[in-house]
């Protein structure tokens, strides 16, 4: 059954320290999304790449926050230097294409202390 | 951006009834799409129903995109239906927005 796979699932980390989050998207899926779930804001989308070209990241704060694909399997979100706001769970997600059902991974649940 | 309002925010339901879950967005869409974050926070994709109805067992839904609103039925509720509802929509590759979220409660 294919799916999106995150790396780690589970991080803790001290503020200041750098943080990197990754993901292995559906093969054969060109659409890939980062998204942030909190309890506050609920779930926001962070960055999109389409062909492993960022088309959007708005959502993002560009000052520490960077998001890459460096191949068509890999996708990593750094957080650098991590602050306790950062905490949260991060979720990434892939679509076949724009037009299509979005599959997300089980996310990765950051706590910034 | 596009807003996206769901409704209603909680809900809780006897285990066997029927419920319908309303997601509204104020602006012109062309994707739309419902997901089910269970109890252990997995994000699954229900149904990517851009405009029309489509039906997957006890669940169904339908979106009528001139109206700019979709609907989630979920027909003899089962415990295992409780989690939080959420529509995601976006306008051609941009405006991405997920609404707050349906909470559904289903007591056995």
């Known amino acids: 059954d294919a799916r999106v796979t995150q790396t780690p699932r589970h991080k803790v980390t001290e503020m200041g320290q750098e943080v990197t989050m990754r993901c292995q998207p559906i093969?054969?899926?060109?659409?890939v999304f980062w998204y942030r779930q909190t309890m506050m804001q609920g779930l926001e989308l962070l960055a999109y790449?389409?062909?492993?070209?960022?088309?959007?990241d708005s959502g993002m704060p560009k000052d520490r926050f960077s998001a890459e694909m460096p191949d068509a399997t890999l996708a990593t979100l750094k957080i650098q230097p991590s602050e306790p706001r950062d905490s949260a769970v991060y979720f990434c997600?892939?679509?076949?294409?724009?037009?299509?059902?979005?599959?997300f991974g089980n996310g990765t649940r950051l706590t910034v202390t | 951006g596009i807003q996206v309002e769901q409704s209603p925010p909680d809900l809780i339901l006897q285990e066997g009834a029927n419920s319908t879950l309303r997601c509204n967005f104020s602006?012109?869409?062309?994707?739309l799409q419902w997901f089910h974050q269970n109890p252990w926070g997995q994000l699954i994709n229900l149904f990517y129903?851009?405009?029309g109805t489509k039906q997957n067992g006890r669940l169904s839904a339908t979106t009528v995109a001139t109206e700019r609103y979709s609907l989630l039925y979920i027909s003899s509720s089962q415990t295992t239906d409780s989690g939080v509802y959420f529509c995601?929509?976006?306008?051609?590759?941009?405006?991405?927005?997920f609404g707050p979220g349906t909470r559904l409660s289903v007591l056995p």
């Open positions: 997600a892939s679509g076949l294409s724009p037009n299509s059902p979005l599959h």
């Open positions: 995601d929509s976006d306008n051609y590759g941009q405006n991405f927005v």
């Open positions: 093969l054969g899926h060109n659409t």
């Open positions: 129903i851009p405009s």
């Open positions: 602006d012109s869409v062309n994707n």
């Open positions: 790449f389409r062909n492993r070209a960022p088309l959007d």
